[in-house]
């Protein structure tokens, strides 16, 4: 990027997302598959960059959540395995099939559609069944009265012809929580799934190649439950191992001091006036706000990094810039850089601050944020 572009950018370093792959992959039992997540863009790096590390490092598949991102990636040149976690209507089918897709399978009536598509077509479309053990969003029902119409209908569908069924999985809903009462409740969705696969062998014989249940929280914190593929989203961008791992962010998001200006005690800042100057304050203006990606919520409680010292954040953030504290930071001048988040300033800080989780921080920096890649 032009040095005279720069205003607001995110830096991704490749070489992060690299060690975080072979992080995650020495901690995995022989043989169990690497599904790396790059669904929403790659959670914000880049879903075609990552995809092709991913592929050039030996990963054996990749999550999106629709058509449309799959499509990127085989238009980008993307040629390993990739399943497509959310809802492709009917119609593409044909769309799928063409393109060496995997499409999950919710339930039986959508199983019963791709069948009569595929039957049409004269093809075969492969397919991963989901099962609901308790997220209570996609996925077929099993759970307490339901256990035996569910495993049923499992069955059913693998019976319909030109359908593929190569895997089976579920979805933790609180594998990264630490409480005993999140413990529990993600033990007994993995029991929970078990019974569902030891019951569908037992009264069908059907053994699913791929069995695949382990999020990010569950690679860290239940390694039983890794079986044949794990499927790492926010560990392969360097977040949610506490330590574990050795895990190093890759996106620092950047962006620079615009202006510098003295107010004096008593100047409001910014819409709303939610802030007021009990000094006499240096006040840097930072070219980013929340059309950035920057949560609005996070307003007067986090502070950036700039110059190695904090600068805490003035007023409300607005749309394409905001203000930061730089009393106490006299080596700041306009162009200084200020690090958003990244490795000298934890995104865990701003997330907290914002109310939210560091995906959502990582999802929400714009398109109008150019991607600086490091060590390609």
Known sequence: MDDLMKRTWAEIDLDAIRHNYHAIRGVLPEGCRFLGVVKADAYGHGALRVSKLLQDEGADYLAVSCLDEAMELRRGGITMPVLILGHTPKEYTGMLIQNDLTQTATCLAKAVEYSEEAVRLGKTLKLHIKLDTGMSRLGYLCEGELFEEGVQNIIT??????????????????????????QAYTREQFRLFTAVLDAVEARAGIRFPIRHCANSGAVVSYPETAMDMVRPGLLLYGYGDGGKLGLRPAMR???TVSTIKYHEAGTCV???RRFMTERRTRMGV??????????RLSSNRCSYRIEGKDAPQLGTICMDMCMVDLTDIPEAEVGSEAEIFGPNNDIQAISDAAQTIPYELLCSVTKRVPRVYRNE
């Open 286 to 295: 930072l070219a980013a706000g929340y059309a950035d990606g920057l949560p």
């Open 157 to 182: 569908s693998c019976g319909l012809p030109n359908l593929d069924f190569e895997g089976f999985y579920t979805h933790f809903a609180v594998s990264d929580e630490p409480d005993e009462e999140s």
């Open 270 to 272: 910014s819409y709303g």
């Open 253 to 255: 998001l950047v962006t």
